[in-house]
C-alpha cells in the first residue's frame, strides 16, 4: 500500500513547534567520475580525536572486528552481555560490559584467533542491566511514545534508556507511566521526526518532496539494478531529469525506505563522500555495527559528515508501527550530521554500507544526531541487496 507523502509531512511538521520538515536531494554520480578511496574517513578520524593519519587508519581497521564481537556477545551471551563501545579519548579502548561472569566470558571469546587483536585494547565492566533488559523496557515505552510524542534509545554506555520529551509531550503523565528503574527522562525538551525541506543541488524530485539517493541496489524479483532512499519521500521522482519509477516502500516498523527503477541511467556502488566518490564493497548489519564506531553520511544539506555511534535502539515515534532498532549517531560536539535535505542519503563506514539517513534529532539549536535505518532492514524489508561489484 503507497503512502501519502503530503500526509506524512504534515505529520512531520507537527511533531513539534520548531521541526523541520526534510529536504532532500539526488546523489547522482556521474559515470566519468574517478572514484576514491575512503582516505577521507581517516581525515575525518584525524580531526575528530587528534591522532595521526596512520594511528586513525589502525583504529578504523579493528571496527569490523569490535562490530562482529559485539554481534557474538549479543547472540551467545544474551542474558549476561551489557553492550560494548569504543572508547577514543584519552586512549583507545572497547568497553565490553557485562551483568556477571565478565572477565570469564570475554577470555573465552579473546582466545578466537578473530579477535586476538582486540585482547590489548579491551577492558570489562560490570552493569546492573543486559541488553536484553534494557530492550523489554524499552518495547513496553513503545505504545505511549507514539501516544504522547516521545523517543527512546538505549544509552549503552550509561547503562539505561533514554527518554527524550518533546514539546508536545505532556510531562505530567510521563511521570505516572514510566516507572522502569533503567530510564531516565531527559529534562529538556527535544524535536525531531522525518528530515523534510526543499533545497538546492543535485535533486531526488518527487511531487511531493526531495530527498537524496542512497545506495545502488538490486531488485531481487526485477533482477534489474535500482537506487534507494528513505520511504517517507515521495514516490514520484525524478533525478538527473529522467523518471525513476517506484519499485516498493515500506515506511514501517525497523525501516524507512523505498526503492525505484532507474530506466536511461547506469546504476552503480559508489556513494559520494568528501572527496568525490568511493566504491561500497560490502554491508555490514545493525548487530555488527558497534557503539562508538565512526559513522559517516553524505547528504545534499550536510554534504559529508561523520561522527560515532551512540546507540543501536533509538525508537522514533514517528514511525508507524516503530520498533526500536533504528541507529543514533552522534557529531561528537561538531556540526550537525544532518539537516532538512539530507534524508534518504547513505551512510556507511570505509566501504561498507550501514544504512540510510531517516532523521534528525536533538534539542533546537543542536548538534543534531543523525537517525538512520540500519542496512539489513532496508534490504529486508524492500527484497533488495546492496551492489558491492
Known sequence: ????????????????????????????????????????????????????????????????QIGELDAMLGDSEPEA???????????????????????????????????????????????RYSLVDLQVDQSKLAELGAELEFATSINVVENRIDLMPTSKTDRARLGAAVLAETVWIDPHDSAGGPVVNIYGGLNFNSTENLCT??????ENDLAIRAI?????????ATVNGLDVPLIAEHYYGNDDAQSHRAPGQTV?????????TRSITSRTSRTSQPIGGLVCKYGRSTGYTCGTL??????????????????????????????????????YSGSSA??????????????????????NYVESGLGVRVLTN
Not at 577470555?107 to 560490570?126: H, K, M, T, W
Not at 534507494?228 to 514520484?236: D, F, L, Q, V, Y
Not at 552503480?268 to 568525490?276: A, F, H, M, Q, S
Open 1 to 64: 500500500m503507497r503512502r501519502n507523502g503530503n500526509h506524512v509531512l504534515t505529520k512531520a511538521r507537527g511533531l513539534a513547534s520548531f521541526v523541520a520538515a526534510v529536504l532532500v536531494a539526488a546523489l547522482l554520480i556521474p559515470q566519468a567520475q574517478a572514484q576514491t578511496e575512503p582516505d577521507s574517513d581517516v581525515s575525518a578520524y584525524v580531526a575528530l580525536f587528534g591522532v595521526t593519519p596512520e594511528e586513525a587508519q589502525r583504529r578504523l581497521d579493528l571496527q569490523a
Open 81 to 127: 552481555y551489557g553492550g560494548l563501545w569504543i572508547e577514543h579519548k584519552p586512549t583507545h579502548r572497547v568497553i565490553v560490559q557485562f551483568v556477571r561472569d565478565g572477565e570469564a566470558l570475554m577470555a573465552r571469546y579473546l582466545a578466537n584467533p578473530a579477535f586476538e587483536r582486540l585482547e590489548s585494547i579491551v577492558e570489562v565492566r560490570q552493569v
Open 213 to 218: 539517493t542512497g545506495f545502488g541496489i538490486w
Open 228 to 236: 534507494t532512499t528513505a520511504g517517507h519521500c515521495g514516490n514520484t
Open 268 to 276: 552503480k556502488n559508489w556513494v559520494k563522500d568528501n572527496d568525490g
Open 310 to 347: 551512540g546507540s543501536k535502539n533509538f525508537c522514533a515515534f514517528w514511525i508507524p508501527g516503530g520498533t526500536c532498532t533504528f541507529m543514533e549517531a552522534t557529531p561528537g560536539g561538531g556540526p550537525d550530521m544532518v539537516n532538512p535535505g539530507d534524508s534518504g542519503g547513505p551512510v
Open 354 to 375: 550501514y544504512g540510510l539517513v531517516a532523521a534528525e534529532w536533538g534539542a533546537p539549536w543542536c548538534p543534531c544526531n543523525l537517525i538512520y535505518t540500519a542496512i
